[in-house]
């Protein structure tokens, strides 16, 4: 039998052998904050709504085919796509196929090939640059189910939005990892919309975003209560800092959230860092106060090619000592040419030694097509 501190020492040589790999095979890809962060700009330069996710803009697809993959094929001389069928209607989507292999201690091992997400976007502008219809719908996997639906209007001078539906709550770094404890923990994920009220507001370095929603995640409304969340971001050409926050007043139990987030480049390396507070007051139990937070570095070290290396940390009860959670991740990404991305990665978690779900090993392969 392998002794707690032999255990943790067997699962860190593993690791540290799939990053030397991962390193050796050198080769990367992109998406989410970290190129908002490698290029200085709003996550709004390159998706329509200004929180990131979802479909791209016209600058979005032109990065995604030019910049983004290691070499553009096909026709030099062609237009590229925009997304635009014309000046009314604009269209766009993601699909990931993967496979993944688990190891889970006392378990056996399993291994699938699936559909991990499949989406349509589809805007419709019926006042250009004033007012906008948008969708976000999952096709695959289990059928088809809304992610976002709401009416955008915008200012004469493009700095303000109000928009009315279901739509992602603005809080915390919208990674394209929702397995990711700032994620899960949280409950701020690509399932996990709500209907309500956005207001957001972005002009020079500072974007604002404050929600009212049912806070039922998209849901129906069983109480009265509402959830109010807000992010605002300051962004520079190299490094932008931001802070979240988060209350949900529901007959089920109340939760408050605040969290901080930063980006930075160096060089080649893009670092991503969150930490988030959340408290929860239960009416039948004890508050529960946790704290999570991750650590990400992105190595862009040659076009269409790269290195994410992260570190997630999970305290789900502050009361309780030694409960923490900790998972390793290490993910080449490799943008061979335009609307296609493949990914390589693991993820390594290190938890309660009696919970055998948290201390288990995933390996996953994934082929990402996007337009």
Not at 82 to 92: I, M, P
Not at 119 to 130: D, G
Not at 141 to 168: C, H, M, T
Not at 204 to 214: I, K, Q, Y
Request: glycine share 10%; with cysteine; hydrophobic share 35%.
């Amino acid at each position: 039998m392998i002794s707690g501190n032999g255990f943790k020492t067997v699962r860190t040589r593993r690791l540290v052998l799939v990053v030397a790999l991962l390193i050796a095979a050198s080769a990367t890809a992109q998406a989410e904050p970290y190129l908002a962060v490698f290029k200085g700009m709003q996550c709004s330069a390159c998706h329509t709504h200004p929180g990131g996710g979802g479909k791209r803009n016209v600058y979005g697809n032109a990065f995604g085919q030019t910049e983004l993959p290691a070499t553009r094929i096909g026709d030099e001389q062609a237009a590229i796509w925009t997304g635009e069928l014309n000046r009314w209607f604009a269209v766009g989507g993601d699909l990931r196929a993967d496979y993944e292999y688990i190891d889970t201690p006392n378990q056996s091992e399993s291994s699938e090939f699936d559909v991990s997400r499949g989406t349509v976007y589809l805007e419709a502008n019926l006042i250009p640059n004033r007012l906008q219809l948008y969708v976000d719908q999952q096709f695959a996997p289990n059928g088809s189910l809304n992610r976002e639906a709401y009416v955008r209007i915008n200012s004469s001078d493009g700095k303000w939005l109000l928009a009315a539906g279901q739509f992602y709550l603005p809080y915390g770094l919208r990674l394209q990892d929702d397995s990711a404890f700032v994620r899960q923990a949280t409950g701020i994920t690509f399932a996990n919309p709500d209907r309500g009220l956005q207001v957001g507001y972005e002009a020079g370095p500072w974007s604002t975003m404050v929600s009212v929603t049912n806070g039922t995640g998209g849901g129906s409304e069983i109480d009265t209560g509402k959830q109010v969340s807000l992010l605002s971001t300051y962004v520079q050409s190299g490094w932008r800092v931001g802070l979240s926050l988060n209350t949900n007043d529901a007959d089920a139990g109340d939760r408050e959230m605040a969290g901080l987030f930063t980006g930075l480049r160096t060089g080649p390396l893009v670092w991503l860092v969150e930490v988030d507070w959340i408290q929860d007051d239960q009416p039948s139990g004890p508050t529960v106060d946790s704290l999570v937070g991750l650590i990400e570095a992105n190595w862009l070290h040659r076009k269409g090619n790269n290195l994410k290396l992260a570190y997630d940390y999970l305290d789900p009860d502050r009361d309780i000592s030694e409960d923490h959670q900790v998972r390793w991740t290490a993910v080449y990404e490799y943008t061979p040419f335009q609307f296609i991305q493949a990914r390589l990665g693991v993820h390594v978690y290190d938890g309660i030694p009696q919970v055998d779900r948290q201390n288990r090993d995933e390996f996953f392969l994934e082929l990402h097509g996007f337009f």
